[in-house]
């Protein structure tokens, strides 16, 4: 048991130990983000305006109506995936601006405005999440979760706002997936503009239609 626990330290202690914890713990949130994405994208299915009472009303339901235990659990182990990526990163981050260096080994990622600006998009991105939390989940009502999130970005502040961190979310992931690549080493010169022009799409599709929801409240097609 102790060598396992001095191994353990050996490895969150070392740079290369600490990156690869910053890629696992993103490739989860960005699973995680897939999956809020898929449940978010229920609310165009069904027609409230006609009686039809919206998927995502049943989709709030079903998550509320989970064993307390089972939904307490997932939301602690969310917590700890994020809060262990947020920290690793910064410390990363530390002794990256300690060395005066970023990125510079061989091979690396070049130093694009979405990796200078992990930091603040992820703070940004933070700030955004405790928001959506009290917004959406705290004061939402799952039995009417279509038309509490109808209601919120009806308010073109409240559309702006989520949108422009969606955008921070975009340049995060863009550059946190080609992160994953190189870390778990599956990058190379002959493969890495792909892996990137994958990370570019990601982003794209998952920002896009995350952002496609304030702007069907705003045109009117969801009302």
């Known amino acids: 048991m102790n060598d396992i626990i001095t191994t353990a330290c050996k490895f969150v202690t070392s740079s290369i130990g ?16 897939v999956g809020h994405l898929a449940g978010n994208m229920t609310i165009y299915g069904g027609d409230p305006g006609n009686g039809v009472p919206s998927w995502i009303d049943a989709y709030a339901t079903g998550l509320h109506t989970m064993p307390a235990w089972l939904l ?6 969310l917590a700890a995936v994020l809060l262990i990526h947020v920290v690793f990163t910064l410390v990363l981050k530390i002794e990256n601006v300690n060395a005066r260096t970023q990125y510079q080994k061989e091979g690396t990622l070049k130093a694009t405005l979405s990796s200078r600006t992990m930091v603040l998009t992820g703070i940004m991105i933070f700030c955004f999440l405790l928001f959506h939390l009290w917004q959406l989940t705290v004061n ?5 979760c279509y038309g509490h999130i109808v209601a919120a970005f ?17 340049m995060h992931v863009r550059h946190g997936l080609q992160s994953v690549f190189q870390t778990l080493g599956l990058s190379t010169r002959k493969v890495r503009p792909l892996y990137n ?3 570019v799409l990601f982003g794209l599709v998952v920002c896009g239609a995350f952002i496609s929801i304030p702007v069907a409240v705003l045109c009117g097609i969801l009302k």
């Open 140 to 144: 939402g009502d799952p039995s009417d």
């Open 154 to 170: 009806s308010n073109v502040w409240c559309s702006v706002f989520y949108i422009v961190a969606i955008c921070c979310l975009f």
């Open 18 to 33: 600490r990156k690869i914890l910053v890629a696992l713990t993103g490739a989860c949130l960005l699973l995680f983000l």
């Open 72 to 77: 307490w659990a997932i939301r602690l182990g």
């Open 197 to 199: 022009i994958i990370a």
